[in-house]
């Protein structure tokens, strides 16, 4: 009954049906023209969350909307990018296709809050992996290493060189993230404005509000790459920021599932398929070695 429903759904939207292997269950290349395996008869153990949600046959999940390569929402009102292409990694491994995940805006600051009170299963957001956040919600991967950078105004007008220039210009970040924060504890008198997304922090910059937009550069980048020349980035990245895969705090069996199913990722390649097809794309990158996940 799935896969006909599978088939039926994928016809409607016009994929292409790329082949079907007994083992891997139906493959199918998405709109990204990624390719996901959709397990067929999973079994998991009762009462496990993996049970759950391959019981109920969808998976709410967390992502941004405004981060071109990462999670971005089309004009077919479906996000794109390799966030979500992790997400949807992680779903067929419960037997759940791309079509019948639910996906729920999260930005930075509501990303823990909307984990604690159970409005999604998980979140794949540009999360930075960090203890003050593992002790309220955990974190399965991490599954890409970022760096906090600079985005500034083509040409660099101000001669920003890093973190050092903070003193002396108006830099944008956004409520809630890492980047805010290390503004303010190394660069108390910064002048920071504080957003809820980054797409608001990069009309600021476009607007002349602000100089720099600073956050993780890959989300950076994608910005650049979103803005027909008008912004570049500094390239001085100056913090780790491995992201993580964030689910309910104390289910360990729900992150030794994630955490496995990433390491078939980048066993497979599939990991590399999703960075080709998304921020891969848009910035000219080749896939990087994918980082050793922590089973902490
Ligand atoms: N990775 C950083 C964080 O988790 C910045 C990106 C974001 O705000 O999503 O806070």
Known sequence: MRITRYAAALAAAGVVLAGCSSEAGDQAEDAAGNT??????????????????????????GTKFDQPGFGLVG??????????????????????????IEWVETVSANREPFLQNGQVD?????YTINDA????????????????????AAGNPLGVTGPESFPDIRTCSVNGSTPAQYVQTNYPDAQLTLFGEY???????????????????????????????DFELVGNAFTEEP?????????DEFRAFINDTLEEAYESG?????????????????????????RY
Request: charged share 25%; proline share 6%; aromatic share 6%.
């Open 133 to 152: 956040r593992k002790e309220i919600i955990d974190f399965a991967g991490p599954y890409y290493e970022a760096g906090q950078d600079i985005m500034v």
């Open 75 to 100: 004009p077919d009102g479906e996000p794109e990018g390799f966030d979500v292409e992790m997400a949807k990694i992680v779903a067929a491994e419960l037997g759940i296709a791309p079509e019948d």
């Open 270 to 294: 599939t990991w590399a398929d999703a960075w080709d097809a998304t921020a891969g794309a848009i910035t000219d990158t080749e896939a990087p070695e994918p980082p050793a996940v922590d």
């Open 122 to 126: 998980m979140v794949v957001a540009t």
């Open 243 to 251: 992201y993580g895969i964030g689910i309910p705090k104390g289910d």
């Open 199 to 229: 797409s608001q922090c990069a009309e600021a910059l476009r607007n002349g509000q602000v100089d720099a937009v600073t956050t993780d550069n890959v989300i950076l980048t994608g910005l650049v790459a979103q803005s027909d020349g």
């Open 36 to 61: 996901v395996d959709v397990q067929e008869d999973v079994e998991f153990e009762a009462g496990t969350t993996m049970a759950e949600l391959a019981e109920a046959g969808t998976i709410t999940v």
